[in-house]
């Protein structure tokens, strides 16, 4: 066995025993027993963020320790006896779970199939990927109750995957004009496809899109920078760089991020983690630390706001200049 392959079976492995850990720590499987349970069920006894706790029971179901039957979980018939302290056969109290690749993955195309997934809910469009399409629309009730001050102008979005937010914005306001960027090519074209065709408008005239790079761009025209869901996989340092650069032409920057203090569960953890493991500079910040930066890159009128959705660490953060 090549290193190579021992040491990302060692990362994989880890991170399931992670999920595991918190499993246990949490009592799920006691939690769960024999009985057949909703989500709402199982967070009522927990009264967890909700939708990292379906995260958390999917992945569970993923890797073989739950199922799920059309909208409920329950431990499989026959790895009860392993998994419930009732039982004789109870392994969960050793160290050193073995996990198969088939588990693993099983995971791997469970978590590529939730890729990339565009939603028309019948009223509006649903955002980009599957982490993050529940947040464009809270971010628009935002922008339409005035929280986040003039939208009117041009915008770069750094990282805009396919590109709902700038779609959605200029959907909402003619005199708004917008710059995607994102070094994934697919999802650049992916991006400018939605452009000619959002809910029936081609908005592709006044919002482009483009693989170029963000510090190379001359940004001489534009009021407002956006990074939505970014800073987590590019880093504290190319975060910083992105700051400084912004610094240098706009009025404004917008940063909505997954924040480490809103899950304050044992899953916040699950979340860290999968994030720093999957991501070779990734990271999840701290609500004080994306200020910080952007305080230092020279914004000095910073408001942070919790996006309203039942995911309870979503933050958008609004630096300008005075
Ligand atoms: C989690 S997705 C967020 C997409 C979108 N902003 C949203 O919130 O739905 C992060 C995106 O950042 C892009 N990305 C990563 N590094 C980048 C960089 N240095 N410059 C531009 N885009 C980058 C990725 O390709 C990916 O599409």
Known sequence: MGVEKIILDMRDKRLLSYVLKTAVDIDLFEVVGNDNLTLEDINGRYNYDKPMLEAFLDTLCATGFLEKVESEYRIPTNERRFLLKSSEDYKLGVVGVTFTYDHLSELEKRLESSENIIEHDGNEWQAVTNATKRFVNPFMSLVKDGKIGNIKGAWIDVGTGQGS?????AAYETDFKGLGLDTCYEVVQSARENSKDYVGEDLSDRVRFSTEDF?????????????????????????????????????????????????????????????????????????????????????????TMHLPTDSKGIYLTVGCKE
Do not use: C
Not at 220 to 238: A, E, Q
């Open 215 to 303: 510090m190379q761009i001359d940004g001489i025209d534009y009021d407002t920078v956006m990074f939505n869901n970014v800073f987590h996989v590019v880093g504290y340092d190319v975060a910083n760089n992105f700051l400084m650069k912004s610094q240098e032409f706009a009025e404004r920057v917008i940063i909505q991020e997954i924040h480490k203090k809103g899950y304050e569960n044992p899953i916040a953890f699950l979340a860290d983690l999968n994030f720093r493991m999957s991501l070779p500079n990734g990271r999840v910040f701290w609500k004080d630390e994306i200020e910080s930066l952007v305080k230092e890159s020279g914004f000095t009128k910073i408001e």
């Open 165 to 169: 937010y700038l779609l959605a914005l």
